[in-house]
């Protein structure tokens, strides 16, 4: 074992495996999450939900299917958003790579009866064919990127270029994306507008 991952806390002896029709695969840039069936535009990829940890700096040690693999991961904040004093991150998506022009978005499931979120689904904003690369766009749900900027070389047309959170767009690109936003960005940003 590493020196981060003796230094992490366990977060259970389960084994973490993508959903059907998903991979997380490790290459030279690290993990990443790939299809494994043909998924058409605006069809769900994958439906998760979110695992809560406290924002207190700890990092988690958990067991993931990589590949044809069990590996340990440990789970910084860099793999998870922070949501209103707690953090919070989910399997596969915590392994899903930014691109400014992303191959599926995500939408919030609510419970019928509360209307509350209990789930999210990613949808395909493109056809993707098997070993094409599931990407999302981080500006859309984290606020600030939490001390985890970085240039971006994706190479779309739109690319961003720095990558510091929705916080970082200028206000028309802002405005264009309002009705995509994740809930705990729009309220940060509905904070500062006030």
């Keep these: 074992m ?10 259970g002896e389960e084994i973490f495996t993508p959903p059907p029709g998903v991979r997380v695969q490790r290459g030279s840039g690290g993990l990443s999450l790939h299809v494994t069936t043909p998924v058409r535009a605006g069809e769900v990829i994958y439906r998760a939900h979110e695992i809560t940890i406290a924002d207190d700096g700890r ?22 958003v922070r949501y209103m004093g707690v953090r919070t991150f989910d399997i596969p998506g915590c392994f899903m790579n930014h691109s400014c022009d992303p191959t599926s978005v ?9 209307g509350k979120v209990i789930a999210y689904e990613q949808i395909a904003t493109r056809n993707l064919y098997p070993g094409d690369e599931i990407t999302c766009d981080y500006t859309l749900f984290d606020w600030d990127c939490d001390g985890h900027q970085f240039h971006c070389h994706c190479g779309s047309d739109g690319c961003y270029g720095f990558i510091g959170g929705f916080r970082s767009l200028d206000p028309a690109t802002q405005q264009r994306f309002q009705g995509e936003i994740y809930y705990e960005t729009e309220r940060m940003w509905h904070h500062t507008r006030t």
């Design 106 to 114: 995500s939408r919030d499931v609510l419970d019928p009866s509360t």
């Design 59 to 80: 990092t988690y040690l958990i067991h993931v299917q990589v590949g044809d693999e069990v590996e340990d991961i440990v789970i910084t904040s860099m793999h998870t």
């Design 2 to 11: 590493s020196d981060a991952q003796d230094r992490a806390h366990p977060l």
